[in-house]
Every structure is written in C-alpha cells, then in structure tokens.
C-alpha cells in the first residue's frame, strides 16, 4: 500500500482529511469516524463501515468537524507519540484510512 498524503496535526490535536480522501470514502461533515491504535498505526474508520477485525486495542471516536478535521484524543496522540506538528502520514486501503508517523 502506497503512502497517499501527509497531514499535520495542530495543537488542538486535530489533522484535517484530504478532500480525495473523504470523496473516496464518502466522509461528511458531523460524521462519527472510530480510531483505533494497533502497535505503531491507528486505522480510521467511519461507523457505519466493516468492523475492525478483533483485536486488544481500545477504540475511540471522533466527529468531523465543519472544516472535516479528525480530533484525537490526548490519550490516542499519547500513546503514538503524536504532538502538534507532528507530521501524519495516511494510507487508503479499501474502506479505511492506516494513519502513521511520517
């Protein structure tokens, strides 16, 4: 899988989703999106999509704001070492987004 962008997050720890993304995956604004941190990824997903496969992680969700902006929580951009200004980069695979440290 192809590295597809690169986004950076802000110091409110939001990263906003590239408009060929969300097209891709019909991503709206107010729409609940789940992210969920396995090792050193975290898979964004929209709610209404295929279930993550099982796994120990916890899940956290968001909502896209107005300006389709992902929040992460303190405790997600802690455990994966994120920051503001940390650079993002997103993979596509199907009906998910893989979001890694560029």
Not at 61 to 69: A, P, V
Request: overall charge neutral; hydrophobic content about 40%; charged content about 20%.
């Amino acid at each position: 899988m192809e590295r597809y962008s690169s986004r950076g997050i802000d110091e409110l720890g939001r990263m906003v989703l590239p408009v060929e993304i969300r097209t891709k995956l019909n991503l709206r604004a107010n729409m609940q999106v789940s992210l969920t941190p396995i090792d050193t990824i975290v898979i964004l997903q929209r709610v209404d999509g295929e279930p993550i496969p099982a796994c120990t992680c916890y899940n956290y969700t968001s909502t896209l704001d107005e300006l389709h902006r992902v929040t992460f929580s303190h405790e997600l951009l802690s455990q994966q070492g994120w920051k503001a200004g940390s650079t993002v980069a997103l993979y596509v695979n199907d009906n998910i987004i893989i979001l890694k440290s560029a």
